[in-house]
């Protein structure tokens, strides 16, 4: 997923201007960012641009993104290490306010050293960066060659659980609507096929989107079931870390109680071994207003972020 279209209106004006070079109305902060050596770790918030509230995070998190290469944080809350994701591939059309990879490469001289960055946004997905995974690794060499350039540690793309969470995304492999099939993985596995004679991987990205319909033990079920796939594939293209780029229980009844379960068992207990335990980032959607109200945390952030309990 991306965002609310008022907000995909907001982040992606942003992304355009700044390709352009032109003025727009607020500041892109780099400065102020903690960087790391190696991927992000630990929990983190993704975020729109023009989200509000966000103070009440401020030094809570480890890390934070915004689907962009650009940190627009209009809170200036300490939002932990910034991951600068590219979004997609240029428009074929050849609209200068829709080159994405041109945006995010020409963004890239300003990046510090040795920053973690996420791939294509839901390539899987018409409605998102939407392409085959032969298109995404025919144009990975650039993204690939920041590795050497300023010590990048670059994550694959991040699909969607489109399908596996009852919605019905229309993309994968093909670009042809494929239905019963966890789409996001299997849009991964062929990305990594088609790429591991060429690229290796630093990490694994994906999201995670709760059924509409299910209760806390269905999205328990449906999560562990994704990462396991995640993992083995992973562990047979030798990548160590897994990152969450993306995720929230849509339905909001028992959010707090998954975001507890999440964090406290998923992670970390032996029966999850094989799945979530392999999960070392994770970034859940502030876009979806349930972490703060106002200036404060909700009850779903406290619990989020370790001051509070559900």
Same mark, same amino acid.
């Not at 319909?213 to 160590?240: H, P, R």
């Given at each position: 997923?991306?965002?609310?279209?008022?907000?995909?209106?907001?982040?992606?004006?942003?992304? @355009?201007?700044?390709?352009?070079?032109?003025?727009?109305?607020?500041?892109?902060?780099? %400065?102020?960012?903690?960087? %790391?050596?190696?991927? =992000?770790?630990?929990?983190?918030?993704?975020? &729109? *641009?023009?989200?509000?509230?966000?103070?009440?995070?401020?030094?809570?998190?480890? $890390?934070?993104?915004?689907?962009?290469?650009?940190?627009?944080?209009?809170?200036?809350? *300490?939002?932990?290490?910034?991951?600068?994701?590219?979004?997609?591939?240029?428009?074929?059309?050849?609209?200068?306010?829709?080159?994405?990879?041109?945006? @995010?490469?020409?963004?890239?001289?300003?990046?510090?050293?040795?920053?973690? /960055?996420?791939?294509?946004?839901?390539?899987?997905?018409?409605?998102?960066?939407?392409?085959?995974?032969?298109? %995404?690794?025919?144009? $990975?060499?650039?993204? #690939?060659?920041?590795?050497?350039?300023?010590?990048?540690?670059?994550?694959?793309?991040?699909?969607?659980?489109?399908?596996?969470?009852?919605?019905?995304?229309?993309?994968?492999?093909?670009?042809?609507?494929?239905?019963?099939?966890?789409?996001?993985?299997?849009?991964?596995?062929? @990305?990594?096929?088609?790429?591991?004679?060429?690229?290796?991987?630093?990490?694994?990205?994906?999201? $995670?989107?709760?059924?509409?319909?299910?209760?806390?033990? *269905?999205?328990?079920?449906? /999560?562990?079931?994704?990462?396991?796939?995640?993992?083995?594939?992973?562990?047979?293209?030798?990548?160590?870390?897994?990152?969450?780029?993306?995720?929230?229980?849509?339905?909001?009844?028992?959010?707090?109680?998954?975001?507890? $379960?999440?964090?406290?068992?998923?992670?970390?207990?032996?029966?999850? &071994?094989?799945?979530? #335990?392999? =999960?070392? %980032?994770?970034?859940? #959607?502030?876009?979806?207003?349930?972490?703060?109200?106002?200036?404060?945390?909700?009850?779903?952030?406290?619990?989020?972020?370790?001051?509070?309990?559900?």
């Amino acid at each position: 997923m991306l965002f609310t279209s008022q907000s995909l209106f907001f982040a992606l004006s942003a992304l @355009f201007s700044a390709a352009q070079a032109q003025p727009h109305g607020h500041t892109h902060h780099h %400065a102020s960012s903690k960087r %790391a050596t190696g991927v =992000v770790t630990g929990r983190g918030i993704v975020y &729109a *641009d023009g989200n509000s509230g966000m103070d009440a995070l401020d030094g809570k998190l480890t $890390w934070s993104t915004d689907w962009t290469p650009w940190e627009d944080n209009p809170s200036n809350a *300490d939002l932990g290490t910034f991951v600068p994701q590219v979004w997609g591939l240029n428009n074929a059309n050849g609209n200068p306010e829709l080159q994405f990879l041109t945006a @995010f490469l020409k963004a890239a001289s300003t990046f510090p050293a040795n920053p973690t /960055i996420l791939g294509f946004n839901e390539p899987d997905q018409i409605g998102q960066s939407w392409m085959t995974p032969q298109e %995404a690794v025919d144009n $990975w060499g650039q993204i #690939n060659a920041l590795k050497t350039s300023i010590g990048a540690k670059i994550c694959t793309p991040c699909p969607s659980n489109g399908d596996q969470n009852g919605t019905s995304g229309t993309g994968t492999v093909t670009l042809e609507y494929q239905s019963g099939i966890d789409q996001g993985s299997a849009w991964l596995s062929e @990305f990594l096929i088609a790429a591991k004679d060429q690229y290796t991987f630093d990490c694994v990205c994906a999201h $995670w989107y709760g059924g509409q319909d299910n209760d806390l033990a *269905d999205d328990q079920t449906m /999560i562990a079931s994704q990462f396991t796939e995640l993992a083995s594939l992973a562990s047979q293209y030798g990548i160590s870390e897994i990152v969450i780029s993306e995720m929230q229980r849509v339905n909001g009844d028992q959010e707090c109680d998954f975001v507890a $379960w999440f964090q406290d068992t998923f992670l970390s207990d032996s029966q999850y &071994a094989d799945s979530g #335990n392999k =999960v070392t %980032a994770y970034s859940y #959607n502030y876009d979806k207003f349930t972490l703060t109200a106002g200036s404060n945390l909700t009850t779903v952030g406290s619990t989020y972020v370790g001051e509070g309990s559900c």
